[in-house]
């Protein structure tokens, strides 16, 4: 599919919330690396962080340890995961960031990432007693208790905002044959749509066969399709108006919802 290295989409002001939760994520990682007891009083190493600021499905179900719905959004397993994640970020977030501002968009980001939270731990309750089974013997324990960590859902919710929002901008990729790079651009829609067709074939074929992938296929798409609901509710209308003068056209245009009400 490609790497995303950049898109050609002007930013109009900084985006500061999205710089900073780049900060803070890079920061919470390599501060739980080196200094876990800094994030978790009392902890040694990284995986006892995890443990417990993770969001464990289990414990949410039963209404135990919420804040990790939130505290397991900035936490990483590994270099190469935050690395993915933020370069997603710093890529499609700016100019989600720039439409509905500052305020709008941290609020969005999060009920993004809670819309993922509740379709990861919607995909294993419903996932077949076969394919449980098949998890629980190849990993050694329940999906039910394995902690989940990562910003990818609330990111997935910014991918979904950027789709509605620049459906026509150009991403530029990195595909590689053999060790040869080659750069492309791609219209967002096709980049975006592709990789979430990816996340939903992955996530059903995990959800059927029950073999873990290590990757919450499921909390993508929920971020995703949480981000897309949330859009037209988020964007500021007066910066979109803002926005035709640099643009020459309104890049995105919300619903009108008819004020008429019928009975029944």
């Known amino acids: 599919m490609g790497i995303p290295v950049g898109d050609e989409t002007p930013r109009t002001e900084p985006a500061v919330v999205n710089l900073t939760l780049i900060a803070v994520n890079v920061a919470v990682f390599f501060i739980g690396v080196t200094a876990p007891s800094l994030l978790l009083p009392g ?4 995986d006892e962080v995890v443990n417990k600021l993770g969001m464990v499905p289990a414990d949410v179900v039963a209404g135990r340890r919420l804040y990790t719905i939130i505290t397991s959004m900035f ?14 970020l710093y ?11 500052r305020l709008r968009y941290a609020v ?5 990432g809670l819309g993922a939270v509740l379709f990861h731990i919607a995909s294993i309750a419903f996932m077949p007693k076969e394919a449980l089974m098949n998890s629980i013997l190849e990993t050694g324990v329940s999906p039910w208790l394995i902690p989940a960590i990562g910003a990818s859902g609330a990111i997935s919710g910014v991918l979904g905002a950027y789709l509605l929002l620049f459906p026509t901008a150009s991403v530029r990729i990195v595909t ?6 080659f750069f492309l651009r791609l219209p967002a829609f096709i980049y975006i749509l592709i990789w979430f067709i990816y996340q939903l074939i992955m996530g059903i074929t995990v959800s059927l066969i029950g073999v ?8 993508h798409v929920g971020g995703f399709l949480t981000g897309m609901a949330l859009t037209p509710l988020f964007v500021d209308k007066a910066r ?19 004020t008429s009400k019928t009975e029944r």
């Open 75 to 88: 936490l990483h397993g590994s270099l190469a995961h935050l690395a993915g994640n933020m370069l997603y």
């Open 212 to 219: 873990s992938a290590g990757i919450a296929f499921w909390a």
């Open 240 to 258: 979109l108006a803002r926005l035709v003068v640099i643009y020459g056209y309104a890049p995105y245009t919300p619903p009108v919802y008819s």
């Open 91 to 101: 890529i499609f977030g700016d100019n989600v960031e720039v439409m509905m501002g």
């Open 176 to 181: 590689f044959w053999g060790f040869f790079p």
């Open 43 to 46: 902890a040694s190493t990284y």
């Open 108 to 112: 969005f980001y999060l009920l993004s």
